[in-house]
């Protein structure tokens, strides 16, 4: 079973800059293209973010393109996300977890973790 645990989040005012890590656990890591979802209040998760294994291939939301870079560190089982230009709208859970593949924006892992409260004020 992969563990997740995403850390970095907190309180910053909008045009803000913050930088989140997801540290996993297991073989799962450096196994699998990962990405980073969110979820605001009263909406569904959505994608964000994710990288191929190696990192060669990145793709993102049209919500966060040029504004958000994802990065990982394999030899670390860590992935990241810096957000610069924080807009309100991405005030919102940030989760990490393994995608179905390059170029998807779907996750089917039953696992994740209890991911960081990102809050963006006006």
């Known amino acids: 079973q992969v563990q997740l645990v995403e850390s970095g989040g907190g309180l910053v005012q909008a045009g803000g800059s913050l930088r989140l890590s997801c540290a996993a656990s297991?073989?799962?890591?450096?196994?699998?293209?990962m990405g980073w979802f969110r979820q605001a209040p009263g909406k569904e998760r959505e994608f964000v973010a994710a990288?191929?294994?190696?990192?060669?291939?990145?793709w993102y939301s049209d919500s966060v393109k040029g504004r958000f870079i994802i990065s990982r560190d394999n030899a670390k089982n860590t992935l990241y996300l810096q957000m610069n230009s924080l807009k309100p709208d991405d005030t919102a859970v940030y989760y990490c977890?393994?995608?179905?593949?390059?170029?998807?924006?779907?996750?089917?892992?039953?696992?994740w973790g209890q991911g960081t409260q990102v809050t963006v004020s006006s």
């Open positions: 977890n393994a995608v179905t593949g390059v170029y998807s924006r779907n996750s089917n892992s039953p696992y």
């Open positions: 990288i191929s294994i190696v990192g060669s291939i990145k």
């Open positions: 297991g073989r799962t890591f450096s196994n699998s293209a």
